[in-house]
């Protein structure tokens, strides 16, 4: 997984993973 560089990203890209 990526470093956390953005407090938004990390929600964005959960829910992509996730998805």
């Known amino acids: 997984m990526k470093t956390?560089?953005?407090k938004?990203?990390?929600l964005?890209?959960?829910m992509?993973?996730?998805a």
């Open 4 to 6: 956390q560089r953005n």
């Open 8 to 10: 938004g990203f990390t």
């Open 12 to 14: 964005i890209e959960l």
């Open 16 to 18: 992509i993973v996730i």
